[in-house]
């Protein structure tokens, strides 16, 4: 049987994961997930650790209620961040393709930041009304995303890890992929061929391979980089097509509800 064995969510893109037993989907995808970013301060350009490793480690928590961001991390003073209300200083910024007027956090956040990073930067948070359509090549109008790259959910089986894993000879952590949903059960990159399916009373379309980056060579506790540029130098051996190396399966749900870890997962197409 096919099961949910992992959730998780990043509250801040390119910040520190957090383990879930429960979460909420809302049109976006995991409530809190990848609703705050940092920005260069200039530019409104997006930050992540492929530019600043030291991004991972960064812990951004909900507040209670979700009114409420708390940032720490190594060698700074926690500081606990309110979340803007939808038109409150806005703030411009860039995240590929896509540009967007997002509510900015504030001097605090942005000092707080700018301190650790090294750089001038400022953070913005993202409500579900001003959120970026997803590529219309893969999605439906109206279907939506929040500050991840390009889709609202991310997973991958369990077993296409342990098969990565055997190929380059030494232990990988699932988070260097930094997926919400983790499946158990499955043979491995059997979700490579899947395009619907149903976990609990929730459905889901599977839109298309995520293609990898140089943030998988990075361990995702001390933000060092490998090498020997693995795991991506082996996935290049044999997941490269059309000079892209694809790892896991990103999907839009097909509405809204709640999630446990353990529910068991359906192939429905």
């Known amino acids: 049987m096919i099961s949910l064995s992992a959730l998780y969510r990043y509250p801040l893109k390119s910040g520190m994961a957090e383990r879930l037993q429960v979460a909420r989907l809302d049109a976006l995808g995991l409530v809190g997930d990848r609703r705050w970013m940092v920005v260069e ?24 209620e979700g009114h409420s961001l708390r940032l720490s991390a190594p060698g700074m003073a926690e500081l606990h961040v309110e979340v803007p209300g939808q038109d409150d200083g806005l703030r411009g910024v860039t995240i590929w393709r896509d540009s967007l007027q997002v509510p900015d956090a504030g001097d605090a956040a942005a000092d707080w930041l700018s301190r650790f990073l090294g750089r001038p ?8 009304q001003r959120a970026r359509q997803v590529d219309t090549a893969y999605a439906e109008p109206g279907e939506r995303v ?28 699932m988070l260097r992929f930094r997926p919400n949903l983790v499946v158990a059960g499955s043979a491995a990159y059997a979700e490579d061929g899947w395009k ?59 509405g809204t509800g709640e999630l446990h870890a353990g529910m068991p997962v359906e192939v429905l197409e």
């Open 41 to 64: 301060a200039a530019s409104g350009r997006f930050l992540t650790q492929r530019l600043l490793p030291q991004m991972g480690r960064i812990e951004a928590r909900w507040g209670e």
């Open 121 to 128: 930067c400022r953070l913005v948070q993202i409500p579900e």
């Open 146 to 173: 929040h500050f991840a790259d390009g889709f609202p959910l991310l997973l991958i089986g369990q077993a296409s890890l342990d098969d990565l894993v055997a190929r380059v000879g030494r232990p990988l952590e």
């Open 196 to 254: 619907r399916i149903r976990i609990g009373d929730l459905a889901f379309r599977v839109a298309k391979g995520c293609s990898r980056c140089i943030l998988t060579t990075l361990d995702p506790q001390t933000g060092e980089r490998s090498a020997d540029r693995e795991p991506l130098t082996t996935l290049k051996t044999y997941r490269e097509r059309e000079g892209e190396v694809f790892f896991g399966q990103n999907l839009i749900a097909l």
